[in-house]
């Protein structure tokens, strides 16, 4: 077997050059990129750090609500205005002779001029008007009821622009019940209006 030769020393291999990394490349952007951070993280910390806490608004600032229009005050739904005018609360019979009706509760008068504002003929029907009492709640008007009344104007009653009529809505509601508001419409499926019972001009 023969000797093997000695190893042979040389110098090291050289190696490769690294990759230079893209802030080595772009050394005016890196500074820029760092500036800027610093501006946003200071930015950031001031805005958290300073900040007031918000003003509570003064009593003068904060809006009061309208107070609902009471008796003798107009108010307004689509083509009509409404004025309450007078309210007869614990009728217990209406109309005469054969005739004639008792409430099962008490009937509640309500008496109203309605003018028609619009441009065109508008129909009148008491049982689109809604009688509210202190509980929240809310009764319908008897038609019936108020055809036995000489002259209450509240059924189906054409109203051409410009014109008026004094109509009578009956209700019929519980002994108890204390009505405070009356909710006003134009036609079935209108927004309504609001008057308040217990508010006189």
């Avoid at 952007?29 to 500036?35: F, G, I, R």
């Avoid at 806490?53 to 009509?80: C, H, I, W």
């Avoid at 509240?154 to 009956?170: M, T």
């Amino acid at each position: 077997m023969s000797p093997q030769p000695p190893p042979q020393w040389g110098p090291a291999p050289e190696r490769p050059p690294g990759r230079r990394t893209w802030f080595s490349r772009h050394p005016l952007l890196t500074v820029l990129l760092a500036v800027t951070a610093l501006f946003v993280a200071f930015g950031i910390a001031g805005s958290v750090g300073g900040k007031e806490p918000a003003a509570v608004p003064s009593a003068k600032a904060v809006a009061k609500p309208e107070p609902t229009p009471g008796l003798g005050e107009p108010v307004r739904d689509g083509k009509f205005e409404f004025t309450v005018t007078r309210l007869q609360p614990g009728v217990s019979h209406v109309g005469g002779g054969a005739y004639g009706r008792d409430a099962q509760g008490q009937f509640f008068l309500v008496h109203m001029t309605v003018r028609n504002i619009g441009d065109r003929a508008q129909i009148f029907d008491g049982s689109d008007q809604k009688l509210i009492d202190r509980n929240g709640s809310k009764y319908s008007a008897d038609v019936g009821a108020s055809l036995l009344i000489d002259g209450s104007e509240s059924f189906l009653e054409q109203i051409n622009p410009g014109n008026a009529v004094d109509g009578i809505v009956v209700f019929d509601i519980p002994k108890g019940a204390d009505p405070v508001r009356i909710e006003l419409h134009d036609s079935l499926f209108s927004g309504g209006t609001t008057a308040d019972l217990t508010a006189r001009r």
